[in-house]
């Protein structure tokens, strides 16, 4: 099982570029999720989609927009690049409705902007 | 802002001794998440303990939530090098939103 992947690992963009951070799962979970970790803190949400066609902005929407047009399928795109977008970016995935609503994660992108 | 918050910030302690971690949250809860999260990786489960639970164990891995003081304790004993990580508290709130929040971490060192 591959579980999460995100695609790149590793990302340098210029200010003012756009770009799309993949994320794809293959467990036919429900929910995904985007958040970003800046450094000494913990993970800030910044959307979710609660299945197909349905997305909603979490704690820091601003600057990223989603789309889930598939189950497998949470791309994180960030429309004009800004310094301060320099985080580690994590998706996640889990089965909300259930017993056990672990979820799980990503290796993560590292973006810098400059 | 809806994080939790977990205390201490940082903790270091000698292999073999217990590791105690708090977090407190401000919300009503479906259930409490634990993960582990190794430098620089993604982050790992560790145990669930549901709104109706106090108490739970895994392992070296005891986790005991008061819903009335809105906290949980996760306890790691007898420690080991290889537990060395940033550890954080998450929890899923009563809504019908399925948001998964975090708390701040935890990063313990284990000195062997």
């Known amino acids: 099982n591959a579980g999460v992947t995100q695609t790149p690992k590793f990302q340098v963009l210029k200010t003012g570029q756009s770009m799309t951070l993949q994320c794809a799962q293959d467990m036919n979970h429900e929910y995904m999720s985007w958040y970003r970790q800046d450094p000494g803190m913990g993970l800030r949400l910044i959307h979710y989609s609660v299945g197909a066609g349905i997305t909603d902005q979490g704690e820091v929407p601003n600057g990223y927009n989603v789309s889930r047009s598939t189950t497998e399928d949470f791309p994180l795109r960030l429309l004009s690049a800004a310094p301060s977008q320099t985080s580690v970016y994590f998706c996640?995935?889990?089965?909300?409705?259930?017993?056990?609503?672990?979820?799980?994660f990503g290796q993560g992108t590292r973006l810098t902007v400059v | 802002s809806q994080q939790g918050e977990e205390d201490p910030q940082a903790l270091s302690i000698q292999e073999g001794e217990n590791a105690t971690m708090n977090c407190s949250y401000k919300?009503?809860?479906?259930?409490l998440q634990w993960y582990r999260q190794n430098s620089g990786r993604g982050l790992v489960h560790l145990i669930l303990i549901r709104s109706n639970e106090r108490e739970k164990h895994s392992g070296r891995l005891r986790v005991t939530l008061d819903t009335s003081k809105k906290s949980s304790s996760l306890l790691i004993t007898a420690s080991r090098a290889a537990d060395t990580a940033s550890y954080f508290c998450?929890?899923?709130?009563?809504?019908?939103?399925?948001?998964?929040?975090f708390g701040s971490g935890t990063r313990l060192l284990v000195r062997p």
């Open positions: 996640a995935s889990s089965q909300p409705k259930g017993i056990n609503t672990e979820a799980f």
């Open positions: 919300t009503s809860i479906n259930n």
């Open positions: 998450a929890f899923l709130g009563l809504d019908s939103s399925y948001k998964l929040i």
